[in-house]
């Protein structure tokens, strides 16, 4: 619980840094991106008998975009729970490679809508993390404001595989759809 704190409050001290920041720069082919961003999801495969997994996915996306599409490495911690209360329970931190892709150029002041795609592996940093692949897509909107900040609103599909655990049908894993929010600089 104390690492997954760490992991969040790193992620966010990291996106208001990038927040503050001005474009000072001439305009380049390739420009710095950072996109962070808090979802929940709803599992739609049963984990265990009788047993849905719901996850909190807190994640930030460093990388280059050019007008219309980017690319960047992600870190994502997610919370997976039973959604009966009892039952699963697990964590990881992944790390991911990400696309996205815009309908309009990402300096568009008007409503902006993307497809974004990433796909990695979640690593055992400690006995309260669990490995396995992840990957996951959305689709969403991005609001600008009249200051220039950028916040999107996705709908996402997320797959989790968990490498230690195993049942009767094979390797533990968790399918889910959900929404999500963040910010998009």
Known sequence: MRSTLLVTLF???T?????QQKDTEPAKKFKFFNRTGLSYTFGLNETFPNQKVNALHVKTVVGLTMPQVGFGIGLENGSFKSSTGSGANFNTLAFTGNLHVLAKPIE???LNFFAKGAAGYA???SRYYDKGLT????????LTTKKGGRYFLQALYNYQSFDDFSNASGKIYVQSIGL???SWF
């Open 123 to 125: 690593v055992s940093i």
């Open 11 to 13: 992620i966010l001290i």
């Open 180 to 182: 999500g929010i963040g």
């Open 15 to 19: 996106s208001l840094s990038f927040a």
């Open 135 to 142: 990957y996951e897509g959305a689709v969403g909107g991005i």
């Open 108 to 110: 568009t002041k008007e």
